[in-house]
């Protein structure tokens, strides 16, 4: 088997045990970024010297008999959301294209010490805001399923580096569905923890009471050995959590016999393509064959959520992006005299902002000023808030009789590039399933659970109480062990 | 729900976003379909309910005040468009910003 072709896990041991150099493992990778990226355009940035610097001095540390790192050796992509000190930071605008982050991300320095190798940083929406990867200034990324097809977003460069054996692993963030809907319409596992399980130091702000950090890996097991070095309390990020970090990989051996799994009716609603919801049917079925019960359960409010995330998400980002002033770091104007404003200052602030940031972005900070401007504040962003609980109420008493939930992740496979850019509201649609999650702040995973006849994956959605990404783990594992819709791969990108 | 072009322009302005005539066009037409779609959530009566910020019970979280080392003035000015070494340098805070 080639490098590329192994699970993470088999190649953090095969460099371990000598059978396979850090080096060669991190130019395998490479090596397929180089034959393929050029097509799909899932990195922003590839270092090729510093990963393979990295690289040897890890098999240094190891040929001398010195301690490495739990990752040793492993190649993992960064989505351009988490500050790198030594690689530009974009976040896929023009606005922060010449960047460079004084600081590692708490993530990226948990990886570092971990001794895993970081081959660049991921093309993504801009600042995390779209659900199909368009919205990048620097090009969108092409599904290595069908190059004419979205990857989904805003992870979607992490998505597609995976999917195409690019990377065997690779760090996303979620704020509506970001991890988890790229990763079912490529084909890969990706998990949203609770919100705080993975520190947001570093991580560039979009909206912070639902902004969470992930892995996206060809299988759980993958996922459970990249939670071990990610997850955990840092004094730096005041919301993350104190909770202990579970062995992960070593809680996935039992099986699921009495796990109660909830089907919700609100999630075949009107829209939801047929070779999805028969994916997702026999995904139940599945786990019903593991031993699982599937039990229905109501999310009343399920069809508030998409409103109510599209106000709370742009009011935060309205407010979190106000940092990008042109004056302490990232695009600032070349103009001068234009006319019209209150003075130089407030000029040279409104026209850095209007030449750095995409529509997508203007977007969302426009609605989110107005949303919570005088005489709208209570009627929009006080109203979400209310409704968030009630969302949020609906999961905590769903649970009460279910451990998790189980669903689609999103209503159609990938679908063509192009086809909902003109129309923002259709592109808010595509997260219908995911943003109730990041809302309630609780834990999700999407993994593939079939193909249409037109060869597209098919993607399944779990999700569990806070703090629950043993169960989702688990359950995902065990479904993987019955299926092996997760080892298929683009038959022939380019 | 219909916004106008004139409210749009004042929340260009609130959000320090220099919008040309054609964005102020497109954003007016689709601030107002979203503002519709969001508008749903009025369906529900919600008086009887608290707002949530946040998704998780938190606690104040405390630590000593122990002073540590932050940024170097250079780190902090790295990446600034202008500066002198020791500040970061803008346009005139006050005064008109007159027509060249």
Partial sequence: MQPAELSAIDLVNAVRQGDLSAVQCTEAFLGRIEALDGAINAFLKVDREGALRTAAGIDERRKAGKPIGALAGLPVAVKDVLCTADLPTTCASKMLEHFRPPYDADTVRRLREADAVIVGKTNMDEFAMGGSNENSAFGPVKNPWDLTRAPGGSSGGSAACVAADMAPVAIGSDTGGSIRQPAGLCGITGLKPTYGRVSRRGLIAFASSLDQIGPMARSAADCALIMETIAGHDPGDSTSLAADVPRYTELLEQPLTGVRIGRVAEHYAEGLDPEVAKGVDEAFAVFKAAGATIHDVELPHAKYGVPTYYLIAPCEASSNLARYDGAHYGHRTALKNTGGFESPLVEMYCRSRAEGFGPEVKRRIMLGTYALSAGYYDAYYAKALKVRRLIRQDYLDAFKHVDLIGGPVSATPAFKLGEKTGDPLAMYLVDLYTVATNLAGVGGISFPCGFTKSGLPLGFQLQAPPLAEPLLLRATDRFQRLTDWHLRRPKKIV | ?100
């Fill in chain 2, 1 to 100: 729900m219909t916004l106008s072009r004139q409210e749009v322009a004042k929340v260009g302005m609130l959000a320090r976003l220099a919008l040309s005539d054609t964005e102020l066009d497109t954003m007016t037409s689709e601030l107002s379909k979203i503002v519709g779609f969001v508008s749903l959530l009025e369906k529900l009566d919600t008086t009887q309910v608290e707002p949530l910020a946040h998704p998780l019970d938190t606690q104040n979280v405390f630590r000593d005040d122990i002073p540590a080392p932050s940024l170097s003035t250079a780190e902090a000015l790295q990446s600034a468009p202008r500066h002198d070494g020791e500040c970061f340098l803008v346009p005139a805070v006050l005064g008109e910003s007159g027509a060249a």
